[in-house]
């Protein structure tokens, strides 16, 4: 349902209550993260499938595992982003939401599609990842 999907856009209030599991076969991994794709982000993702979508881990994050996935139907992207573990120790999540949502619904950065049990849903922005020593 479409006012479901709302929900999530901009929303970092909104969570859906789903962990993706980095330890489960692939198949089944990428299987969930279609899912939790179909589930915030709906539209162009409603129909989309495993077979459908292409998922290719990134690499360059610090605190966090990174996927892109790829609709093939229709080439639409989304970055899937699962919080490293233990990381909420030393990053405050929910500030971190509030900005990059606030920051979305400004145009100011990737779309803020939404929030799942341990990571978050983006629009995709082509970028070159920094360097940890280009960051200093």
Request: proline content about 4%; aromatic content about 8%; some cysteine.
């Amino acid at each position: 349902p479409l006012l479901a999907i709302m929900a999530f856009l901009n929303n970092p209030d909104a969570v859906l209550d789903e962990v993706i599991d980095l330890d489960q076969p692939e198949d089944e991994l990428f299987s969930c993260i279609v899912g939790v794709i179909r589930t915030i982000v709906g539209d162009e993702w409603s129909t989309a499938s495993s077979e459908s979508v292409d998922i290719t881990k990134l690499t360059g994050g610090i605190t966090n595992i990174l996927f892109m996935a790829v609709n093939k139907a229709n080439n639409a992207k989304v970055i899937v982003r699962i919080y490293g573990l233990g990381t909420a120790a030393f990053i405050d999540r929910n500030s971190e939401n509030v900005v990059f949502a606030t920051l979305s619904k400004l145009n100011f950065g990737p779309t803020f599609f939404g929030l799942f049990k341990n990571g978050r849903l983006e629009g995709y922005l082509p970028a070159l990842a920094l360097q940890i020593e280009e960051m200093a």
